[in-house]
């Protein structure tokens, strides 16, 4: 069923929506509409706003163009739909079951680090080796691990391989930018990271199967790990759907056998 408003400003604020996305995206109206399949014709009615959408219709669009869930949201309001998708905050009840589980598989991983992150990378939770990165910091919304890192020479200092490790940090952060449309705070952390990144440093192609980290923990000890970031499949709730995991591993026999002592 069609929405019965026919409001221009609604069908403006629509229509502007979708193409804006669809240009981040790099997608045509005709990629688009093969995507979700419906024809161009009536993508470009949309844009425009001689038609005016569904709800299914902004799914199915929203599906197609990989949006957000606070996007999707945005997309339903635009078209004077309500939200389809609610925000639980992180103490609230209904968040309380994951909150669980994801610490159980937290402990779980240990004597192995894991951090638990929001989009904005503010550490929710750690196993007891994972706290380690934060500097004798408590994981909590307050604790922000690009901060730490960009902030606290302190905690750089055992990062031996800082010169390998900044550069994928901001393509981490830049990627998850572009994918939510543009953040003004993961953009602001990658500006500010530019800046202790020595100039003219090389994009480097690490000589392992995947980057790790060289971490060391003094008397010329030190650990190598790589990291897995997991995130919640089929999520509908915007707080759950920001959430990653990282579970770092041992990289080579020593630092198994250090972490297991």
């Known amino acids: 069923m069609t929405q019965t408003s026919t409001a221009p400003?609604?069908?403006?604020?629509?229509g502007q929506l979708l193409k804006d996305w669809r240009q981040r995206r790099r997608m045509s109206q005709l990629s688009l509409a093969l995507e979700?399949?419906?024809?161009?014709?009536?993508?470009?009615?949309?844009?425009t706003g001689r038609s005016i959408p569904s709800r299914e219709m902004i799914h199915r669009l929203a599906e197609g163009l990989e949006l957000p869930l606070e996007i999707r949201n945005s997309f339903l309001g635009s078209a004077g739909f309500s939200p389809a998708f609610r925000a639980s905050g992180w103490d609230?009840?209904?968040l309380a079951p994951l909150k669980s589980s994801l610490t159980r598989l937290m402990d779980a991983h240990a004597p192995f680090p894991?951090?638990?992150?929001d989009?904005?990378?503010?550490?929710?939770?750690?196993?007891?080796t994972g706290a380690l990165f934060l500097q004798g910091r408590a994981p909590g919304p307050?604790?922000?691990?690009?901060?730490?890192?960009?902030t606290d020479p302190a905690a750089r200092a055992p990062i031996l391989n800082w010169n390998e490790m900044a550069p994928a940090m901001l393509t981490r952060l830049q990627a998850e930018s572009?994918?939510?449309?543009?953040?003004?705070?993961?953009?602001?952390?990658?500006?500010?990271?530019?800046?202790?990144?020595?100039?003219?440093t090389p994009s480097l192609v690490p000589n392992t199967p995947c980057l790790t980290v060289r971490y060391a923990l003094g008397d010329g000890v030190e650990l190598t790990l790589f990291s897995s970031v997991m995130e919640v499949s089929s999520a509908f709730d915007v707080t759950i759907s920001d959430l990653r995991l990282e579970l770092f591993f041992p990289a080579d026999d020593q630092s198994r056998a250090l972490l297991s002592q």
């Open 9 to 14: 400003t609604a069908r403006s604020a629509f």
């Open 36 to 47: 979700t399949d419906v024809s161009a014709r009536h993508i470009s009615f949309l844009e």
């Open 92 to 94: 609230s009840e209904q």
């Open 114 to 117: 894991a951090l638990l992150l």
């Open 119 to 128: 989009r904005h990378f503010n550490v929710l939770d750690a196993n007891a």
């Open 142 to 150: 307050d604790t922000n691990l690009v901060e730490i890192m960009l």
């Open 178 to 200: 572009r994918h939510a449309g543009g953040d003004p705070v993961l953009d602001a952390f990658a500006a500010r990271l530019t800046r202790l990144i020595h100039p003219g």
